[in-house]
């Protein structure tokens, strides 16, 4: 691909604002995609990116999960599942020095050498990718900024001592447990967080993090990339890692990647070691001033390959890269899998033609999640193979039924259901393949179901076993209670003896508390009678809301978000009209991390409340239109739908007879005194202007409701003529009259026609209507 557009490399430490930045770069195009190394990162960042514009423009696609709306602008992938097809304006692919990466380097290399945005392309990393950039991208600007923070050296310190709100980092799953054990005999409990979680474990663990109900977390160098967490200190207790084929050291690059995790935005963060393990000489000083070896070759692939034959496909992932800083993959889990089945004489008779090789190929790249016998990996591809070749070109319902039944169970410890999310995302990444399930929205449905309740049980199994329910997570839940139950018994002095005492004796956790299922369940492993879990289970809830479609939501005129009759939040001024923020009501008993995700799903809808208002006004087609029209349709876009005529004359002086006809195809109206669009005066739209102008209006300006079938109202007091016409209502005289009633006035009015004979039109009585009249010919 020609290099003609823009290309950027954001080059430097963690912490520098990188992934920021590009969000903000790409939404300031009109269409976009983000490439991220991790599944985990994908989700957050589309979170942030819907909560700015809406989930309606937003596409999420990973390899286990697709979420595309209807038309989507901007795309937020694994940089694996990328749409590489689509055009799109901005392009940007985070952490490109994985382009090193002994096992996902090619893709990221091929995105480095071919993936192009039309108006603009940003590749964002560590500083050690400059000299490969300079040589592979020569038409780069490499751009730097410093890191928002200090990040200083603490030494080594032993783990009784670690500071709260630091993350302890080893490489090895008995590792991780063997200290988050000892944190929580020593420290009252720690979070863990394994790159095997799924998102909804991890997320649930991050909260007990984030919260403050546990002051440390326990993970691997899962955290390393990108994910955004209150972290003060990091410390590693190990230097060495399994990278899939050998025990080796980490290099200082990736030693400081995992450290700069420590301190956020402007905070100042530290790291350091777990006693007696010590860093290296100069890796602590390299660290703090961000130098490190460049990177010398990058992992490389053909993207040119040969689909004639079995053999043709193996010889063209074998072709050996020109240039001498590429390196070819030499043992990618998918070409290991296509060399192992081409040995296979069933498969060879079937993989015959390009078509077939090349769904011999996408088969061989469904992913290893088990991460079990290789051999047992390359059976279950066989079998799948052999379905979808066959003369049904479908996986057979009840083998896959089957198959999945058998995950489907939450008993076990940690390490069995992790293997069990391990086995299902199989099962999720083979249903978002649409061609090889049928129903496939059923059983996306279904095994997303699956990895929800075994994520469920996982965080129970880990919360069980790495939070003491005596530690400091145990006194704090037991003096929120304690409080509550003093309070009552304060409230009620004359209530029966036995009453108050059972209100000084409160369950382990006030009902309602976002760790009340937590709390229920150290109460059960403790000593005597359990305490019942609330039947209110919180992290189901919120959980179910944050994934929720938006038709589950509603809002009211006053601009009161609700999730049927509860009443969720409040739609608040934003930075414009129509960029309304939310402010959460009635959640005081959620915690931190749950109201957290609770009100970025709330802004989400309400950005989409905006985009499904203004649809008419954003299809394809209108953005195709001419100049001077689209000048016209911003002017409405502005006024959610109507405008001042006098505001728009350069933009209608310059409007072509076919461009005013384009135009009213699609229902906005030219007038003489107010430009409007006819279907967003129709009442469901009237509804959804009114909770817009109930945020971004002061309390007391926003207009009544109009009546249903109201042509005009009554100008109130105080009421801000803007906010009649941001409803559709704009003010003539002594009365705010609808849109298109006020065109079909003046028309009647330019023809001879006396006002008062005209007040029945106007909705008014006909001594108004000689002042309404005189302010439209005005």
Known sequence: MVDASPITAVLGPTNTGKTHRAIERMLSHDSGMIGLPLRLLAREVYDRVSTQVGEARVALVTGEEKRVPRRPDYWVCTVEAMPVDLEVDFLAIDEIQLAAHDQRGHVFTERLLLSRGRRETWFLGADTMRPLMAELVPTASIVQHPRLSRLASAGAGKLSRLPPRSAVVAFSTPQVYEIAERLRAQRGGAAVVLGALSPRTRNAQVALFQSGEVDYLVATDAIGM?????????????????????????????????????????????????????????????????RFPPVRRLLWRSSELDMSSIDALLASLRARPRARS????????????????????????????????????????????????????????????????????????????????????????????????????????????????????AWQERTRAIEDRLSDALHERLVQRFVERGGGAGRRLRAASGARAASSARSSPGAPLTQRRAEAEPPAVPEGHPFARIAALRARLAPGPAAPAPEDDRARWVEALVEAPHERFSVDVGGRIFDGERLLGQLARGPTLLLPDVRLAALEDLGAGARSRVLRRLVAFARDLVEVLLAPLRSPEVRALPAAARGIVYQLEQGLGTAAARDAEEQVAELAPEGRALLAARGIEVGERVLYVQPLLRRGALERRLALCAAWFDS???????????????????????????????????????????????????????AERLSGWMGCPAREAPKVAASLLG
């Open 700 to 754: 007391g300006r926003v207009p009544a409701c109009p009546a249903p079938g109201a042509v005009s109202m009554a100008v109130a007091r105080g009421v801000d003529p803007k906010a009649y016409a941001a409803i559709g209502y704009p003010v003539f005289g002594t009365r705010a009259l609808r849109a298109d009633v006020a065109e079909r006035v003046l028309r009647a009015l330019a023809s001879g026609e006396p």
């Open 226 to 290: 990108g994910l955004n967490l209150d972290v003060r200190h990091v410390a590693f207790a190990a230097l060495r890692k399994f990278d899939g084929r050998a025990v080796r050291d980490l290099d200082p690059a990736e030693l400081a990647q995992i450290a700069g995790r420590a301190g956020r935005h402007l905070a100042d963060g530290t790291f350091g070691t777990v006693a007696p393990l010590a860093l290296p000489d100069g890796v602590a000083a390299a660290i703090e001033a961000h």
């Open 326 to 441: 590429l390196r070819l993959v030499d043992d990618a889990e998918d070409t290991a899998a296509l060399a192992r089945l081409a040995e296979d004489p069933e498969v060879r008779a079937r993989a015959r033609g390009e078509e077939a090789v090349g769904l011999l190929w996408e088969v061989c790249r469904i992913p290893d999640f088990r991460k079990l016998l290789f051999e047992s990996h390359v059976a279950l591809l066989a079998e799948i193979y052999g379905q979808l070749s066959g003369p049904s070109a479908a996986l057979d319902a009840g083998w896959m039924a089957a198959r999945v039944a058998e995950i489907d169970e939450v008993g076990g410890d940690i390490d069995t259901l992790i293997t069990r999310i391990a086995s299902i995302r199989t099962w999720t990444y083979i249903s978002n393949h649409a061609r090889w399930v049928r129903d496939a929205a």
